[in-house]
């Protein structure tokens, strides 16, 4: 008994370019499960996941739409024509969507209290956000990297704008020199890890919102699964192998990244990996060689710059979960604190993109620690204790024994009237190619910085000009205030 | 796996050019909506269609079944086939959004022309994934 059926342009690849096709069945529901076993490519078009027909495809019967009959169980002979009949429709993101992004599993939205719709009062009124917006911001859960300089205005914002829930990844405790800019944590703080002194904040600012700590280092083994409840991972890490992590697992996920960045005294904000937009591979394919672009605690940042930059990404977060206006997507933002400049450049998805291209190649995540050229902890340690390096105790021993050491700080000269090892001569890492000719290769050198990152990189340069008795001091100045003279202030 | 190296062009005269712009600037602050007539890649015609959302015209468009049954009498009558459908997005840019990827169907070309206060900006042309995971961006051709 077959049922002739009409197959609508877009619908005819998947049925040999037919445009009317049989199939058997007694009502529509039998006679369309029958049509999907024979041209299977139809399902995923008529069906959505839950194996219901999709809103926009309409299903008559002799002219007559199901809706107004018995739906799938409308009764259908051999002489009746059904035809598959699109709706079309789209338009420009509004509050059924969340900007680019989905609500997961299309999530009810939550109704809002009293104490909310008093408390919420100046969103209400403005058209762009509204009941409807304020109460996708309720149903949204958005992750931040880093409870520092980026994330705590982030995450301060977020809640005084009422998202629903927030998470944070950090492992980190409070120290005095985070309170130039980490506006979450307070002198009291000091000492408490981070999330402690996050929660508190955002609780006390906002009880209705559900803040969730998660007191762990981001890795590539738990990324997906940490990322997976969220709508939004928003950005805010200081070291390359997590920026290529985060977005990587953004691009896997399919969940948008609302990046920043900030050194010194510029600052990066843009909106990566979502569904048409670039990501941060398409814009940085690899990353920079190890040592080139030093982090904040080496470079320093202005205190009030991650303000700027983490209420950009605070704003862009609310937008894509509100649907409002123009997001960051394709546009890198670029901001220069001194000469108050904002610039923006157009970035454009690299179809030859590793990750979120045409043919990607990384489809899982990898060892960014690698990929980024850093070494790792477990490679660092054999070298502590070689002919290279030298500690800061050790060091003590032997000018305390007489030796003559020559002590050479790379460390800037702004650092350097902060602290110093008593008689060590300044020549400022960038300075050695055209100094290192002031140095006796026959003398004993100690290198040092803050750290001993630079100084690492002056010891090898050093070793490159012939230089036989380089030794670099680990950890750096502060190792040395630590251990030997903690008489001197840290930075 | 699909073969998806190469981006699909879709051939749109300045006539067409034209008359998509014009509808939208036209229609401005709503949306409107229309459906492209050609064969193979090549519009050769367009035909406006009655916004008939309940949403709200200003950020949706709809083209009812019966409106459909006219678009594709039209590209018969014309001799074509219906390639695909244009619309406006006023006041956002020219990329789908999420309720355009939801309703979207395979094979159709779909135009987005950004208007921008009353000036339309703009054109870009979008082909769906097979597995309905997103748009893919085509390439608008004026020959």
Same mark, same amino acid.
């Given at each position: 008994?077959?049922?002739?059926? %009409? $197959?609508?342009?877009?619908?005819?690849?998947?049925?040999?370019?037919?445009?009317?096709?049989?199939?058997?069945?007694?009502?529509?529901?039998?006679?369309?499960?029958?049509?999907?076993?024979?041209?299977?490519?139809?399902?995923?078009?008529?069906?959505?996941?839950?194996?219901?027909?999709?809103?926009?495809?309409?299903?008559?019967?002799?002219?007559?739409?199901?809706?107004?009959?018995?739906?799938?169980?409308?009764?259908?002979?051999?002489?009746?024509?059904?035809?598959?009949?699109?709706?079309?429709?789209?338009?420009?993101?509004?509050?059924?969507?969340?900007?680019?992004?989905?609500?997961?599993?299309?999530?009810?939205?939550?109704?809002?209290?009293? @104490?909310?719709?008093?408390?919420?009062?100046?969103?209400?009124?403005?058209?762009?956000?509204?009941?409807?917006?304020?109460?996708?911001?309720?149903?949204?859960?958005?992750?931040?990297?880093?409870?520092?300089?980026?994330?705590?205005?982030?995450?301060?914002? &977020?809640?005084?704008?009422?998202?629903?829930?927030?998470?944070?990844?950090?492992?980190?405790?409070?120290?005095?020199?985070?309170?130039?800019?980490?506006? %979450?944590?307070?002198?009291?703080?000091?000492?408490? +890890?981070?999330?402690?002194?996050?929660?508190?904040? &955002?609780?006390?600012?906002?009880?209705?919102?559900?803040?969730?700590?998660?007191?762990?280092?981001?890795?590539?083994?738990?990324?997906?699964?940490?990322?997976?409840?969220?709508?939004?991972? =928003? @950005?805010?890490?200081?070291?390359?192998?997590?920026?290529?992590?985060?977005?990587?697992?953004?691009?896997?996920?399919?969940?948008?990244?609302?990046?920043?960045?900030?050194?010194?005294?510029?600052?990066?904000?843009?909106?990566?990996?979502?569904?048409?937009? +670039?990501?941060?591979?398409?814009?940085?394919?690899?990353?920079?060689?190890?040592?080139?672009?030093?982090?904040?605690?080496?470079?320093?940042? &202005?205190?009030?710059?991650?303000?700027?930059?983490?209420?950009?990404?605070?704003?862009?977060?609310?937008?894509?979960?509100?649907?409002?206006?123009?997001?960051?997507?394709?546009?890198?933002?670029?901001?220069?604190?001194?000469?108050?400049?904002?610039?923006?450049?157009?970035?454009?998805?690299?179809? @030859?993109?590793?990750?979120?291209?045409?043919?990607?190649?990384?489809?899982?995540?990898?060892?960014?620690?690698?990929?980024?050229?850093?070494?790792?902890?477990?490679?660092?340690?054999?070298?502590?204790?070689?002919?290279?390096?030298?500690?800061? =105790?050790?060091?003590?021993?032997?000018?305390?024994?007489?030796?003559?050491?020559?002590?050479?700080?790379?460390?800037?000269?702004?650092?350097?009237?902060?602290?110093? $090892?008593?008689?060590?001569?300044?020549?400022?890492?960038?300075?050695?190619?055209?100094?290192?000719?002031?140095?006796?290769?026959?003398?004993?050198?100690?290198?040092?910085?803050?750290?001993?990152?630079?100084?690492?990189?002056?010891?090898?340069? %050093?070793?490159?000009?012939?230089?036989?008795?380089?030794?670099?001091?680990?950890?750096?100045?502060?190792?040395?205030?630590?251990?030997?003279?903690?008489?001197?202030?840290?930075? | 796996?699909?073969?998806?190296?190469?981006?699909?062009?879709?051939?749109?005269?300045?006539?067409?050019?034209?008359?998509?712009?014009? #509808?939208?600037?036209?229609?401005?602050? #709503?949306?409107?909506?229309?459906?492209?007539?050609?064969?193979?890649?090549?519009?050769?015609?367009?035909?406006?269609?009655?916004?008939?959302?309940?949403?709200?015209?200003?950020?949706?468009?709809?083209?009812?079944?019966?409106?459909?049954?006219?678009?594709?009498?039209?590209?018969?009558?014309?001799?074509?086939?219906?390639?695909?459908?244009?619309?406006? #997005?006023?006041?956002?840019?020219?990329?789908?959004?999420?309720?355009?990827?939801?309703?979207?169907?395979?094979?159709?070309?779909?135009?987005?022309?950004?208007?921008?206060?009353?000036?339309?900006?703009?054109?870009?042309?979008?082909?769906?994934?097979?597995?309905?995971?997103?748009?893919?961006?085509?390439?608008?051709?004026?020959?």
């Amino acid at each position: 008994m077959a049922t002739k059926i %009409l $197959i609508p342009t877009p619908l005819r690849p998947f049925t040999d370019k037919k445009d009317a096709v049989e199939a058997n069945g007694k009502t529509v529901g039998e006679l369309l499960a029958d049509l999907t076993t024979k041209h299977s490519g139809l399902k995923a078009h008529l069906y959505n996941q839950e194996g219901k027909l999709r809103s926009f495809v309409n299903i008559y019967v002799n002219d007559e739409d199901i809706r107004y009959l018995q739906k799938e169980q409308t009764p259908v002979s051999a002489g009746d024509t059904v035809s598959i009949i699109p709706s079309v429709a789209g338009g420009a993101p509004t509050t059924a969507d969340i900007g680019t992004v989905r609500l997961q599993a299309d999530r009810e939205l939550p109704e809002l209290t009293k @104490d909310e719709i008093k408390r919420y009062s100046r969103h209400l009124i403005l058209p762009e956000v509204g009941m409807e917006g304020q109460r996708k911001l309720k149903a949204a859960k958005v992750l931040c990297i880093g409870a520092g300089g980026l994330g705590s205005p982030v995450a301060m914002y &977020l809640a005084a704008a009422g998202v629903g829930t927030i998470g944070i990844v950090d492992f980190d405790v409070v120290d005095f020199s985070n309170l130039q800019r980490q506006i %979450l944590h307070a002198t009291p703080d000091v000492g408490k +890890p981070k999330l402690q002194s996050a929660k508190e904040k &955002l609780v006390a600012m906002n009880p209705h919102v559900n803040v969730v700590t998660h007191d762990t280092a981001l890795s590539s083994e738990n990324a997906l699964e940490l990322f997976e409840p969220y709508d939004i991972i =928003v @950005d805010g890490t200081d070291n390359f192998p997590t920026r290529y992590l985060v977005n990587d697992a953004c691009v896997i996920l399919g969940k948008p990244n609302a990046y920043g960045s900030i050194f010194r005294f510029e600052g990066q904000a843009s909106v990566f990996a979502t569904k048409e937009g +670039p990501c941060y591979r398409c814009l940085y394919p690899e990353p920079p060689p190890p040592g080139l672009v030093p982090s904040c605690a080496e470079g320093g940042v &202005l205190g009030v710059l991650p303000g700027i930059i983490g209420c950009i990404q605070a704003n862009e977060t609310i937008k894509l979960i509100i649907g409002a206006g123009e997001p960051l997507i394709g546009r890198f933002l670029i901001f220069d604190a001194l000469r108050m400049k904002f610039r923006e450049l157009k970035l454009r998805k690299d179809p @030859d993109c590793p990750v979120c291209g045409t043919h990607p190649t990384v489809t899982k995540l990898i060892d960014y620690e690698q990929f980024c050229g850093v070494q790792s902890s477990t490679q660092e340690a054999p070298m502590s204790g070689s002919t290279t390096e030298i500690s800061a =105790v050790d060091l003590k021993k032997r000018l305390d024994r007489g030796d003559v050491l020559k002590i050479v700080d790379v460390r800037e000269p702004h650092e350097y009237e902060i602290n110093r $090892i008593k008689g060590s001569t300044l020549i400022p890492l960038g300075d050695i190619p055209k100094r290192y000719v002031e140095l006796d290769p026959s003398d004993e050198i100690v290198v040092q910085c803050k750290v001993g990152g630079r100084s690492a990189k002056a010891a090898d340069f %050093l070793r490159s000009k012939g230089f036989t008795r380089v030794l670099n001091l680990t950890g750096g100045i502060l190792d040395w205030i630590d251990k030997v003279d903690p008489s001197q202030p840290k930075y | 796996m699909p073969e998806t190296t190469k981006m699909q062009t879709l051939l749109v005269d300045a006539k067409i050019d034209g008359e998509i712009r014009r #509808h939208g600037e036209e229609t401005y602050p #709503h949306e409107c909506c229309g459906a492209l007539i050609g064969t193979g890649n090549r519009v050769t015609a367009t035909v406006a269609l009655a916004n008939t959302t309940e949403e709200g015209p200003r950020r949706r468009f709809m083209v009812r079944p019966a409106d459909y049954r006219v678009a594709e009498q039209r590209a018969t009558e014309l001799g074509g086939d219906l390639l695909g459908f244009y619309h406006s #997005h006023p006041d956002h840019p020219a990329r789908p959004s999420q309720y355009d990827l939801d309703h979207a169907w395979p094979t159709f070309a779909y135009i987005i022309v950004a208007v921008a206060s009353g000036k339309s900006e703009a054109m870009t042309v979008w082909y769906l994934k097979e597995d309905r995971s997103s748009f893919e961006e085509g390439e608008l051709n004026g020959n």
